[in-house]
């Protein structure tokens, strides 16, 4: 019951400001959809990543995370769908790590866009709309990534274990071996 509360306290929060902001500059009457782009061009899905090359995602992260002298991460490689392709679990890893790397991994999936982007909105007034995009809602913490072959997502990495930046940092080690 507390967060029906909370949530629906943050959601009228979010839509006072929102229509406090919209009401600074009034809509063109000859124009109403000038804001709304013409086209729509989502990263499309391609085919789903293989183990070999998931293996090496992996290996591309734990290869960043040993040259930096960091430990303790979990790296989660998921397809298309957001399943689970190929795990990674560092020796002395917390255990809460292994759902949110796979969690990142999904949202990156599932949502075509880094987890990053959802942290950054969940820093704004408005933010709280993230927890009702899905069930489970999308991890909003940095380091799930895409993984982009050949312009089309074919998976994506999370990675946990860390600060947020510094499994972003992995993820993205991770991503750059496949293009």
């Known amino acids: 019951m507390r967060r029906l509360t909370v949530m629906a306290g943050a959601l009228c929060f979010a839509l006072a400001t929102g229509t406090a902001a919209l009401a600074q500059v009034p809509p063109d009457p000859n124009n109403p959809n000038e804001n709304v782009p013409e086209t729509m061009s989502p990263t499309p899905y391609g085919e789903s990543i293989n183990i070999e090359t998931a293996k090496k995602v992996a290996a591309a992260a734990v290869a960043e995370l040993q040259k930096r002298n960091w430990k303790g991460m979990c790296i989660s490689v998921v397809d298309?769908?957001?399943?689970?392709?190929?795990?990674?679990?560092?020796?002395?890893?917390?255990?809460?790590?292994?759902?949110?790397?796979?969690?990142?991994?999904?949202?990156?999936?599932?949502?075509?866009?880094?987890?990053?982007?959802?942290?950054?909105?969940?820093?704004?007034?408005?933010?709280?709309?993230?927890?009702?995009?899905?069930?489970?809602?999308?991890?909003?913490?940095?380091?799930?990534?895409?993984?982009?072959?050949?312009?089309?997502?074919?998976?994506?990495?999370?990675?946990?274990?860390?600060?947020?930046?510094?499994?972003?940092?992995?993820?993205?080690?991770?991503?750059?071996?496949?293009?």
Do not use: W
């Not at 990053?116 to 927890?131: D, K, R």
């Open 80 to 179: 298309t769908h957001g399943e689970l392709v190929y795990f990674h679990k560092m020796d002395n890893t917390q255990q809460g790590s292994v759902t949110i790397s796979q969690n990142k991994a999904r949202t990156a999936a599932r949502f075509r866009r880094p987890t990053q982007i959802f942290s950054n909105a969940m820093q704004t007034p408005a933010g709280a709309y993230v927890a009702t995009l899905d069930s489970p809602p999308p991890t909003a913490s940095p380091g799930g990534i895409p993984l982009i072959e050949g312009g089309k997502i074919i998976g994506a990495v999370g990675c946990s274990g860390a600060m947020g930046d510094q499994d972003a940092v992995a993820c993205k080690a991770g991503a750059d071996t496949v293009k």
